[in-house]
């Protein structure tokens, strides 16, 4: 028996505006629905029960990649990570990204704006409602005590997004729209280190666009996970960095996913980088300036201690993929 | 006929291929009948609990629940060893597991039947938990199986063959190891799924994904306590099953009695959860193997101890426990040996027979073993191998009887195909290869319940048109068991496998098999319908040979016709052929049956690990690993198996690549995990399978040894690939790192954890240091079988 889905009004509004109009109607507890990928799962293991599930799949205005005036790349929320992965418009570390997610089924339904707006997870609520039963019902499923970290009061589960780390390293932002006005964000303020509230947005909020600034960055994205299709991420290296003629960098973002509530900027290693060339001994130490801050906690496949190990690995073959030839 | 056979050996698709493929094939979900129920269980929340009371009250009382029933209402105990019936349907006053059934409603659809499962109010009184074997051996700990506190040991056994002392003493050098190896489950794509039906004259039918329908048949009637004539049972197509389903499960009674109590069908299809719970999986063994080898390399004794963790419920666990000691012998030559082992309860689903039963984890440990004393002794792997292995026509120490035998073969060619001897220790950082054996039965050599009667029957009826229908209890799980049949049949009568008509699987229809498990059925169902047709040919020859006033002898069957040997155009047509039969000699109607011969050894537990031949195989591995993160990729694999005789090379080279197939996923990503009591994500997104990504080309060589007892000297190759292909890929991890992971699956934690060690100046070993010490008594003393030559 596969696990069902209770009822709930599915609608399929044709334009942003009607869609906001329906997430703010009192009358109704809705939730975005892009591909489903990420929500229908959840809801069959009942952690989330909406009276009406807001689909934007209908919306054709937020599909597709364009560029607008500023020379911004701009990825619609509804665009297909299957499209994505084979762009030719988008830059290539986000292609990349895509072509990791998941599997081709997968791909083939899931959106970019529900990757990003992706829900923390962790192998305490991503279960079958009898086991959470059995657990205790942890923080982030309605109970008290976070079972990652007992003592502490606050949620461990993980932004297990691909896309995210990279749209933070390569400093996108995105749009958000509702009735209430429309804003457009960085990508890194639209999460929150923390695994209930992880995002910074409301409910009524939709994720519009992504958008990528133009020009100049290299970018590379180290994915670790255990199969070559359908894993998560065990850790997840974004890096970006701009290099003078002479080779010395003059910016770089690196960010580290999989590993917290929210992506993590390794700002300490970033400005460490800054002024250098991207020697072995630079790239290693910078490895290890970025692994200083991440603790991966225990709540997902292969434990905290060998994923806190990958970290400088990962980093360390992110920043040589940025001085490769074909970097 | 160039190969001098009809069909025998031809690489010929499934006789059920197309329907496979095409969709057409009806499992059990597939199946409906008017006003089928929906029926569901409602689980276990707490791993260890007294169960103060249920409340079915609210569930009942709601619109379309059609019953309820919970422990009280079956309270027959069934298991499948007729020795440890210890389970119920439904739980009845405590709980021993997370995801143990309490109580089953049948209602008029889904939604509704989950409704009333969270309206049944459980009161549970917890226990403190037994969760490992540490836990499980410990004297302080509650008994899972009675009252009190006490060490949860299921069963414990001590044996010594030969004078283990002795040959230690003879030795020139010793080496001790001590290996995990993780539990592991089945992961059938299909589900347990059964759909139950008491008729208006009380009859009634179950059709379940089961691969053992003959037992579920049994257990059935005694649970229910129906007479066996009351009860039909058939089994559907299994879509895969490996030995996950050769029990009775809780599922299949609970839909039975929920149909007889509402006058409906019922059907349950456990979820992706419930079939972790129920489980049944390869056991976790900690193991310690102390081995003497002369300097030539020859092994002098084997002292070896498993330690089982067993789950909550004994299922085939004393079975699984003697299996764990049973086969080293069948490919080495161990003059001495002593096997101590012993499965404890614990508070998680039961473990019990998963492809290759018990042996699997002592092969990792005795070939990852093998590897290291050859290094200690300057030889390489294959040459400890071959002067060790079994030869042909032997028996060995504890008393197994090995008939044909190409262990050496295998080795030979794996080795010779992978250019194994050139490469392996001389390959790159971060590349290696790794070789390891195995050996299996062709079928258990006993029953498992006591009985004189055949192991297999069965029956093969010939129409006038010549159609041909074989009857046969053997179940398809997909290994091909069906076409098995049809081309051993067409075989002798000079047809196409696909000309017949093949009735399988039911209790009411066919002669008994006992069923698809310890890859009994093309030896036993094999030889059953050799038998039978045999007798229908030996008719149908026998009227030809009269009218044509030629010698029988002389006749042949071939492309549909039965002719005087080299000259086709005598004779006639089969067709005419069988109505002269049928005109002489009445109805052709035919039976033949197996029954294996008299095996057991002079002790007890000498049933577990007898069988009437053994297959062989070799496997070697090339890997890459990356020495950074400990990912390790199988990038080729080649394995020679000597299966006796090739009755369908298509089907032996599937049968291969699936034992490649689990092996790699044991050996690397899969793991039966628990944090306390509770699976560690009981879905097939937490426990990883390899995907086809995973999945290396594999090279395979075909080995036939021609079996003097096999059908047409056929013997296995269900479960024997897989057990090579663990230790094989542990050894090549070794060879190209540098590191031993002595625990599987070799995870790429394990292997850093392994690395690091390595750096720090360690032995860059990762594994457990030992065992615990547990008093097994002193050793039951057997003497070797007359007429074993200690080597
Ligand atoms: C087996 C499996 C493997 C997976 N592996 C990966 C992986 O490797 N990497 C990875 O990153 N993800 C993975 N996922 C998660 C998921 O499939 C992807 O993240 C996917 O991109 C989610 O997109 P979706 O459109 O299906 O999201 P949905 O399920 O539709 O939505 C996800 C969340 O985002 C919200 N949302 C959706 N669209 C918007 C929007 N436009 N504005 C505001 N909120 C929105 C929804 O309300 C919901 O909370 C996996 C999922 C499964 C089932």
New interface residues.
């Given amino acids: 028996m596969t696990m069902r889905l209770p009822n709930f009004e599915y609608v399929a509004p044709a334009t942003v505006d009607e869609a906001a109009r329906l997430l703010s109607d009192p009358g109704r507890s809705s939730l975005i629905v892009g591909g489903g990928t990420d929500l229908f799962p959840k809801i069959k293991r009942r952690q989330a029960a909406p009276t009406t599930l807001v689909s934007l799949s209908g919306v054709d205005e937020m599909r597709g990649v364009r560029f607008d005036s500023a020379g911004n790349c701009v990825i619609g929320a509804s665009t297909l990570l299957a499209d994505l992965a084979v762009s030719h418009q988008v830059p290539p570390v986000m292609a990349i990204a895509a072509a990791s997610i998941a599997s081709p089924q997968i791909r083939n339904t899931a959106t970019v704006g529900g990757n990003l707006c992706l829900d923390t997870r962790c192998n305490y609520i991503d279960m079958p409602e009898t086991w959470r039963e059995a657990s205790g019902h942890c923080l982030k499923d309605g109970g008290e005590v976070c079972w990652v970290a007992p003592r502490g009061n606050r949620c461990w589960a993980i932004n297990s997004s691909d896309l995210a780390p990279v749209a933070v390293a390569l400093e996108g932002s995105v749009r958000l729209t509702s009735v209430h006005g429309e804003r457009l964000i960085p990508v890194e303020d639209l999460y929150h280190d923390d695994g209930i509230a992880c995002h910074t947005k409301s409910f009524e909020e939709i994720l519009v666009e992504l958008l990528l600034p133009s020009g100049g960055t290299r970018a590379t994205y180290r994915k670790l996970r255990r199969r070559g299709s359908i894993d998560f991420p065990l850790l997840g290296v974004a890096a970006s960095a701009r290099f003078d003629e002479a080779g010395t960098c003059v910016s770089a973002r690196m960010v580290i996913g999989a590993a917290a509530p929210a992506p993590v900027r390794a700002t300490e290693a970033e400005e460490f980088l800054i002024g250098r060339q991207f020697t072995d001994e630079v790239i290693g130490e910078a490895a290890g300036i970025a692994s200083g801050p991440v603790r991966p906690q225990d709540n997902t496949d292969t434990g905290s201690r060998y994923r806190k190990w990958m970290v400088p690995v990962l980093v360390g073959r992110a920043l040589s993929d940025l001085v490769a030839d074909d970097g | 006929m160039g190969t001098g056979h009809n069909v025998l050996g031809r690489a010929l698709p499934r006789v059920d291929s197309m329907e496979q493929v095409t969709g057409a094939t009806r499992f059990a979900d597939d199946l409906t009948l008017p006003g089928t129920l929906?029926g569901?269980q409602l689980?276990?929340?707490?791993?260890h609990a007294v169960i103060a009371g249920i409340d079915t009250s609210r569930a009942e009382a709601l619109d379309g629940v059609r019953a309820v029933i919970t422990g009280s209402d079956l309270p027959i105990t069934y298991g499948i060893l007729p020795v440890s019936q210890d389970e119920n349907t439904l739980a009845i006053d405590r709980v021993r597991y997370?995801?143990e059934p309490v109580a089953a409603v049948a209602a008029d659809d889904?939604?509704i039947a989950?409704r009333a499962l969270s309206l049944i109010k459980v009161d549970y009184e917890p226990l403190e938990e037994v969760v490992d074997l540490e836990q499980g051996l410990s004297e302080d700990r509650p008994l899972i199986h009675g009252e009190g506190t006490g060490r949860n040991v299921h069963r414990s056994v001590a044996l010594e063959f030969g004078d283990v002392d002795e040959g230690f003493g003879v030795a020139d050098h010793i080496r001790e190891d001590v290996f995990h190896y993780s539990g592991n489950t089945h992961a059938a794509l299909e589900?347990h799924c059964a759909l139950a039906s008491y008729d208006a004259v009380g009859k009634l039918t179950l059709w379940s994904s089961t691969q053992v329908p003959h037992y579920l048949h049994r257990s059935l009637e005694r649970v229910l306590e129906l007479p066996a004539g009351r009860i039909r049972v058939v089994a559907t197509p299994n879509g895969g099953g490996f030995g996950g389903k050769t029990e009775p499960f809780s599922h299949e009674f609970a839909a039975a009695k929920l149909s007889m109590l509402t006058g409906r069908p019922v059907r349950?299809?456990?979820?992706r959860?419930e079939v972790f719970y129920a489980h049944r999986g390869r056991h976790p063994v900690l193991m310690w193997v102390r081995t003497g080898f002369a300097a030539d390399g020859r092994i002098t004794a084997m002292h070896f101890r498993s330690f089982l963790d067993g789950g909550a419920y004994s299922s085939y666990g004393i079975v699984s426990m003697y299996y764990t000691g049973a086969l080293q012998t069948a490919t080495y030559q161990i003059p001495n040996y002593r096997f101590e082992g012993v499965r404890v309860f614990t508070n998680k689903p039961a473990c019990g027979p998963k492809r290759g039963h018990g042996t699997p984890q002592p092969r990792f440990a005795l070939e990852c073993q093998l590897d290291r004393a050859a290094a200690d002794l300057g030889m390489e792997p294959v040459g400890i191998r071959l002067v060790n292995a079994v030869e042909p026509d032997s028996l060995t120490v504890n008393h197994l009887r090995i008939t044909s035998c190409g262990l050496s073969e295998c080795i030979v060619e794996v080795a010779g195909a992978s250019d194994f001897t050139a490469r392996h220790g001389r390959l790159p950082h971060g590349h290696g290869m790794g070789l390891a054996v195995g050996a299996y039965m062709s079928g258990a050599g006993l029953p498992i319940y006591w009985n004189d009667m055949p192991q297999s029957e069965v029956q093969v009826k010939v129409d006038r048109g010549g159609g041909v229908t074989v009857y046969s209890m053997a179940t398809d799980v997909g290994q091909g068991s069906t076409t098995m049949l049809a081309t051993v049949v067409a075989e002798l009568l000079g047809l196409q496998p696909s000309d017949l008509a093949m009735v399988t699987a039911d209790t009411d229809l066919t002669p008994v098999d006992l069923g698809s498990y310890s890859s009994r059925v093309t030896f036993m169902a094999g030889n059953a319908a050799v038998e039978a047709t045999g007798k229908v040919r030996d008719r149908v020859v026998r009227a030809v040979a009269e009218k044509l006033e030629a010698n029988p002898a002389d006749l042949v069957l071939a492309d549909g016709r039965v002719s005087v040997a080299g000259d086709p155009a005598t004779g006639s047509d089969w067709a005419e052929a069988v109505r002269m039969a049928i005109a002489t000699e009445g109805p052709l109607i035919e039976s033949g049956s197996y029954r294996a011969p008299e095996l057991a050894g002079p002790y007890k537990g000498s049933g577990v690990g007898i069988s009437p031949a053994y297959s062989y195989s070799a496997c070697v591995v090339l890997v890459e690993c990356d020495a950074?993160?400990?990912?390790v990729a199988v990038e080729r694999v080649w394995l020679a198996h000597d299966v006796g005789r090739s009755i369908n090379s298509l089907l032996v080279e599937g049968q291969i690549e699936g034992g490649v197939y689990m092996g790699l996923g044991e050996a690397l990503?899969e793991e039966q995990a628990f944090r306390g009591g509770?699976?560690?994500?009981?879905?097939l997104?937490?426990y990883?399978i390899?995907?086809i990504?995973?999945m290396p080309p594999v090279e395979f060589i075909i080995v036939e040894s021609i079996d003097p007892g096999g059908p047409f000297g056929a013997k296995e190759v269900g479960q024997g690939p897989l057990l090579p292909v663990v230790p094989a890929i542990a050894n090549a991890v070794h060879d190209a790192l540098g590191v031993y992971v002595d625990e599987v699956p070799i995870?790429?934690?394990r292997v850093?954890?392994a690395l690091?060690d390595l750096a720090r100046g360690g032995s860059g070993r990762f594994g457990p240091e030992s065992v615990p010490d547990f008093d097994f008594g002193t050793p039951v003393r057997v003497e070797p079988p007359e007429g074993f030559v200690a080597p």
């Fill in positions: 929906v569901r689980l276990s929340t707490h791993p997370v995801g889904a939604e989950e589900t349950i299809n456990l979820s959860e950074q993160t400990g990912m990503f509770l699976h560690r994500g009981p879905s997104l937490d990883k390899p995907t990504l995973e995870t790429p934690d850093v954890a690091r």
